[in-house]
């Protein structure tokens, strides 16, 4: 919750420096051209003061105060990154041995499966806990299944986060997507089967040892 509150706030200074990037004056604006973001923040912190009084002076005035304080969240970030994954790595290592997971992903699915650990007695109820396991809709002689609307939608989109990692950058997920187009799925249908294999391997990862997360039963 905290890191998620800091990367929006993040998100919302750097849009504001932005905006007052726009309006001020065209040599102040030309100088911070092109930049990316973190060269951006970087210039604008070095930024000199001018004369007291004008649109100049208000503009960099306003440009400093946003970078410092994109700086001092960029370290608040760091410091719940690294919190998070100290947790995970005292209890639960190899979930982020697992290619794709990382700690926002990690702790997500963990939360999950800590909040509701009478439901977890399988890869399958931990892929039903997710919203990932397929829902029978066969009427008469149409077999067909469709998407699961229900389970943790915070723990669904962290397994399709890692399900995005893998296909961008593991031979073995690409090749399993195309194997599954060739067998006639669409490209959509061939990704959520990789998402319900993924899941399955974490499931089975999670089980493994105790949840840091997990509610104990009175």
Not at 17 to 36: H, I, K, Y
Not at 105 to 128: K, M, Q, V, Y
Not at 174 to 198: D, F, H, N, P, Q
Not at 211 to 217: F, K
Request: glycine share 6%; proline share 4%.
């Amino acid at each position: 919750m905290a890191k998620v509150c800091a990367v929006k706030a993040r998100t919302q200074a750097i849009n504001q420096l932005r905006a007052v990037l726009v309006t001020a004056s065209p040599e102040l604006r030309e100088s911070l051209e092109g930049l990316t973001i973190p060269k951006l923040v970087r210039a604008c912190t070095t930024l000199h003061r001018s004369a007291a009084g004008t649109a100049t002076a208000a503009a960099v005035f306003t440009l400093r105060l946003l970078a410092r304080r994109v700086e001092e969240l960029d370290d608040e970030i760091a410091a719940l990154k690294q919190q998070i994954t100290d947790v995970i790595m005292q209890h639960i290592p190899q979930l982020l041995d697992c290619y794709g997971v990382g700690p926002d992903t990690a702790a997500a699915l963990l939360i999950a499966t800590g909040d509701n650990p009478e439901r977890l007695h399988s890869e399958a109820s931990f892929a039903s806990l997710c919203g990932v396991s397929p829902v029978e809709a066969s009427s008469g002689k149409t077999q067909r299944r469709r998407l699961n609307r229900g389970g943790d939608r915070q723990a669904n989109s962290a397994l399709y986060t890692i399900v995005l990692a893998r296909l961008r950058w593991e031979t073995r997920s690409r090749s399993y997507v195309e194997r599954r187009i060739a067998e006639g799925k669409t490209r959509r249908e061939a990704i959520r089967c990789l998402i319900g294999e993924v899941s399955m391997l974490i499931g089975e990862v999670s089980m493994l040892r105790p949840n840091p997360w997990a509610v104990t039963p009175r």
